[in-house]
């Protein structure tokens, strides 16, 4: 009961972030999963986390509704009429935003928000007034930059007013993609860039990667979470590799034994909680998002999250000098590509029959950290400090991109003076996804909106937290904490 | 195959050409501006072996009277360009063209071309024309950033294969310019006009020296003959930084934003339409 005491008394929260975090204890003070002690005391040590999911789910971590659907239908349960004009449409999507769940409580993906909106775009100035009053309730009301709005590949009007209304309001929600591929005019793209140099939106996805894992009724939500329209993730859970690592007698014993070991594990972590959420939490039966055909349970899959790599090959290899270490030294890379294979090989031998939109399989998520994670670099990241020149950077990291369909990055801070030559970040990209880089988010050193690790905050707003101040966006804490713990605001500058 | 002496390659360059660019400097300079920032790329090394000695690192030695660095040990500390005597470095590598190439390919897909700069590039013309031809197949734009002091209308070998050149026009009077290269301008303003009626004029540059020159008047002279050539070519307006400037041979200071606006309005009122300062 102190926990639900101290919530209730904590200054920093706002009235709507207590009710959450009161929600989240009464679940968490269930336990209703049946694994085994050895899990159980890899989830005490940390080995395993499932980042504040909850002890007893009753709603899908992930949820991507099929939008387009919605905005042909309109709803029955939300008693909505199909939209006739742009203000129908974007109050409809606005409302359905509001009862989308998820594990923050506000929805993770918001829909091809360009797509979605054309067919509304008649007159361009009444246009522009409705999608930026529409983005602004969406950064005011959702709260969490989680929140993910996709755009492209094709360049649109809805796309441009979009990119336009974003460089104005410099808000941190929604996140936002753009899906590139050779079919995306350069002038949107160059569009899309100047707008991210701004506000540190939109990042750039490989298309065609995420096509040819997907299917094109794909969506970016979350973080940069690869998963399909109409599905999503029931849940995610992450291995700690670099405490994983710590387990073993040395690489042959991690490669043959730990990981295998640490595989099963969560494997088994992940089926209790989707057997749970499927079998008895009902939320499959009885949402009307199901009834609507807005998803269905045979799209959605498992995440398998991953993080620490870099320092489980540093702890596994001791390099003796800079160049040795991960990111840096053949050896360390070719250890890091490695054991990436043998965990996609591991976690392609676990069967679940829910996940049967991947095969029967979880599909691999570079899981970029939480606030607490202090030494420990995200998914597959060279440690920050210790990046290497930004082409070097590209290569060696591209290597593990294809591994995760259900997302990795890096992130890129750049100098303000390259707003001057907008094309360098434009080649830089596609020179990043002939490498099979699967994801490209960006920022210029001048932003307010800095991207954390995957999600977005101002730096205004850390700093009204810091001084102790309630703050509206849930990320700030998570960014302010990542500011203190990992040292994010100092990515090598390019 | 051609032979170049390069001083080193950046990769990724945002600042010298449109789009991500590969920058590779060359060794030796015919000015010896008193402002130059690398005043390490304007002679060629005369193997004193001064630096060697002064090498905290063992990363230079000497085999068969020349000196020799290893990149593998070196730690970029620099020490070896401030002590020598003649302002050159030991780092330089005589490279073949193919060993550039081997380095441009590996990074090609992320490039929109390359850019040779210097010291002064247009000196070892025979290496720009073997590495531009082999830049040409593997589709990239190749630009040239020169002081303009030596005749381009004479190498039609090397034109044929040049995207575009950027050149310094560091002063309109040829006392003055004299005064700060060492050399006459007239060759160089000569290169501009004729590069800018083919077309093959990407940018002018100017750095602005407070109290050193007469910026007002460079800047109003060059501007208008920019106008005249084809407005849209780029002048860029450069402020003077001391950084890496030999300070025995001129002390000046960072020009004020609103000098090197005024300059810019300037340039603008005489009818460039691109111009930049940086
Ligand atoms: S920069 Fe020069 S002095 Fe310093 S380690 Fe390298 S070669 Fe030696
Ligand atoms: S670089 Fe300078 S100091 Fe070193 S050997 Fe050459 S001339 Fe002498
Ligand atoms: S032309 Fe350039 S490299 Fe040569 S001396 Fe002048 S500033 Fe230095």
């Not at chain 1, 939490?281 to 349970?297: W, Y």
């Not at chain 1, 599909?363 to 939480?370: M, T």
């Not at chain 2, 080193?8 to 660019?21: A, C, K």
């Not at chain 2, 007469?214 to 084809?230: F, G, M, P, T, W």
């Amino acid at each position: 009961m102190d926990k639900v005491l101290s919530i209730i008394k904590d200054n920093k929260l706002t009235y709507n972030q207590k009710v959450l975090n009161l929600a989240q204890a009464a679940e968490d003070s269930l336990s209703v999963f049946n694994i085994t002690e050895e899990t159980k005391e890899y989830i005490e040590a940390r080995i395993i986390c499932d980042l504040n999911e909850g002890n007893a789910p009753y709603k899908a971590r992930y949820i991507l509704p099929d939008y387009e659907k919605f905005m042909k239908n309109g709803s029955k349960f939300l008693e909505l009429e199909p939209p006739k004009d742009i203000w129908e449409a974007t109050n409809n999507l606005l409302i359905l935003y509001k009862h989308v769940p998820s594990v923050t409580s506000f929805p993770v993906y918001a829909g091809n928000l360009d797509t979605l909106l054309e067919p509304f775009i008649t007159d361009e100035e009444e246009a522009y007034r409705a999608i930026k009053l529409f983005l602004l309730h969406m950064d005011r009301t959702l709260r969490s930059s989680y929140c993910h709005a996709n755009l492209g590949p094709a360049s649109t009007k809805a796309g441009r007013l979009i990119l336009k209304a974003e460089r104005e309001l410099q808000c941190s929600t929604p996140s936002i993609t753009l899906k590139y591929n050779n079919e995306t005019p350069d002038d949107y793209a160059i569009d899309a860039i100047n707008t991210a140099l701004i506000t540190a939106k939109p990042s750039f996805a490989n298309h065609s990667m995420f096509v040819h894992d997907f299917g094109e009724d794909y969506g970016i939500a979350s973080c940069y979470n690869g998963l399909n329209i109409g599905g999503g993730s029931y849940t995610l859970v992450r291995l700690n590799l670099y405490f994983l690592a710590q387990r073993s007698k040395g690489i042959e014993d991690f490669l043959n034994n730990v990981l295998p070991e640490g595989v099963v594990r969560t494997s088994s972590l992940m089926d209790e909680k989707i057997r749970f959420l499927v079998e008895e939490s009902g939320f499959f039966d009885t949402s009307f998002l199901v009834e609507e055909g807005l998803i269905s349970r045979n799209r959605f899959t498992g995440m398998f999250g991953m993080f620490g790599l870099a320092e489980c090959v540093n702890h596994l290899l001791l390099p003796k000098t800079p160049e040795e270490r991960f990111g840096h030294g053949e050896e360390a890379n070719k250890l890091g590509l490695k054991i990436i294979e043998k965990l996609q090989e591991e976690v392609g031998r676990h069967y679940n029959k829910y996940c049967e939109t991947t095969g029967g399989n979880f599909i691999l998520h570079a899981q970029v950290g939480i606030d607490s994670d202090t030494g420990i670099s995200p998914g597959c990241r060279i440690p920050i400090g210790e990046e290497p020149e930004l082409q070097e950077h590209i290569i060696q990291s591209a290597v593990f991109h294809k591994f995760f369909p259900s997302g990795i990055s890096d992130v890129f801070s750049f100098d303000s003076t390259v707003k001057q030559n907008t094309e360098y970040i434009l080649d830089i990209i596609k020179g990043a996804f002939n490498e099979n880089m699967r994801y490209f988010p960006f920022y210029s050193t001048d932003c307010d909106v800095v991207r954390i690790t995957g999600y977005l905050v101002k730096r205004s707003e850390m700093e009204k937290l810091d001084q102790g101040k309630a703050v509206l966006v849930d990320n700030v804490v998570l960014g302010l904490g990542a500011v203190k713990n990992q040292k994010v605001l100092d990515r090598k500058v390019r | 195959m051609a032979k170049g002496l390069v001083n080193r390659i950046i990769p990724f360059s945002s600042v010298d050409g449109p789009g991500n660019r590969a920058a590779i400097f060359l060794q030796g300079c015919n000015f010896n501006c008193l402002y130059c920032h690398n005043p390490e790329t304007i002679n060629l090394c005369r193997n004193c072996f001064i630096c060697v000695k002064e090498c905290p690192y063992g990363a230079l030695s000497v085999e068969e009277g020349i000196v020799l660095w290893n990149n593998n040990l070196c730690k970029k500390c620099d020490i070896c360009l401030k002590c020598c005597p003649y302002h050159s470095s030991p780092k330089v590598v005589a490279m073949e063209t193919e060993e550039v190439v081997t380095i441009v390919k590996r990074i090609s897909g992320f490039i929109s071309g390359v850019t040779v700069s210097g010291g002064e590039c247009m000196l070892q013309s025979e290496f720009l024309i073997s590495l531009f031809e082999k830049m040409k197949d593997m589709n990239l734009t190749t630009f040239i950033d020169t002081n303009g002091s030596i005749p381009f209308q004479d190498n039609q070998k090397l034109i044929s294969v040049m995207d575009m050149a950027m050149i310094d026009v560091k002063s309109f009077d040829s006392e003055e310019h004299k005064k700060l290269t060492g050399m006459d301008h007239s060759i160089v303003l000569k290169n501009v006009e004729f590069l800018g009626n083919i077309g093959k004029l990407y940018e002018i540059r100017t750095v602005i020296v407070p109290d050193i020159l007469d910026n007002y008047s460079n800047v109003d002279s060059i501007s208008r003959l920019i106008a005249k050539i084809n407005p849209s070519i780029r002048y860029k307006l450069i402020k003077y930084r001391p950084l890496g400037v030999r300070k025995e041979l001129m002390e000046s200071c960072i020009p004020s934003d609103a000098m090197m606006n005024e300059l810019a309005g300037l340039s603008k009122a005489n009818g460039c339409n691109n111009v930049v300062i940086t």
